[in-house]
């Protein structure tokens, strides 16, 4: 079964720092990939997906994210974090109608 | 989404009782799920249905069960709970396709199970 690694379990930043936040997968196949977010005591949300066409995706709240197939990695960025951001995010990989959510990454951002 | 609605939010009980977590929806989609999420771990698929007629394990279907009474609802059962099934339980929904179609999310039941 396909697996999917997040790097890093607990980021801290500072406002106006930039963001990137690690996802890497096991399938080697064709792949739509996810990004949650998860803000304190809410459900999950989706900020963006891939699926096909320019590997440079972009989201909600100026998140986007890149494919890159030979790294099997789907990683998360964002130019300028705000204390808003401070929430817990999950990278998803779905192969074949099996979804597989990655372990989270929790993002603090200090005001 | 208000459109997928889990009930109860919250609910504690004991080992040995038999527990049921509903979800209801109002998106239309065919396709439901049932995670369990905990710390480290994120969240793990339990069972899914791709339409009334269709349930399928999931990741870590074991201790549990779950019913899909309509298009609009799908339940879960855990028939004796245990102390480790204490998690936030989460259900989700997607309309159908060829698995490039984002998961809609319930708020979540927090699960203890002393």
């Known amino acids: 079964a396909q697996s999917v690694s997040q790097h890093n379990h607990h980021v801290i930043l500072s406002e106006a720092a930039s963001l990137e936040l690690g996802c890497n997968y096991s399938?080697?196949?064709?792949?739509?990939l996810f990004w949650y977010v998860q803000y304190p005591g809410q459900h999950l949300q989706l900020l963006l997906k891939?699926?096909?066409?320019?590997?440079l995706v972009k989201g909600i709240k100026g998140f986007e994210a890149e494919f890159i197939k030979s790294k099997f990695s789907f990683n998360l960025r964002k130019p300028s974090v705000q204390w808003s951001d401070t929430a817990e995010y999950f990278c998803?990989?779905?192969?074949?109608?099996?979804?597989?959510f990655g372990a989270g990454t929790r993002l603090t951002v200090k005001p | 989404d208000a459109d997928v609605t889990q009930t109860p939010r919250n609910r504690i009980t004991k080992t040995g009782k038999r527990i049921m977590l509903e979800c209801s929806q109002t998106?239309?989609?065919?396709?439901m799920y049932w995670y369990r999420q905990d710390p480290g771990l994120g969240l793990r698929l339990i069972y899914y249905?791709?339409?009334?007629?269709?349930?399928n394990k999931g990741e870590i279907s074991d201790g549990y069960s779950v019913s899909r009474q309509a298009q609009a609802k799908f339940s879960l059962s855990l028939e004796s709970a245990i102390p480790n099934q204490t998690a936030l339980y989460f259900c989700?929904?997607?309309?159908?396709?060829?698995?490039?179609?984002?998961?809609?999310f319930g708020d979540g039941t927090r699960l203890s199970i002393l």
């Open positions: 989700a929904t997607s309309t159908t396709g060829s698995g490039n179609q984002p998961q809609h």
């Open positions: 891939y699926f096909s066409g320019d590997p």
């Open positions: 249905s791709f339409d009334v007629k269709d349930i």
């Open positions: 998106k239309g989609h065919d396709r």
């Open positions: 998803a990989v779905n192969a074949h109608n099996d979804m597989r």
């Open positions: 399938y080697g196949g064709t792949v739509n």
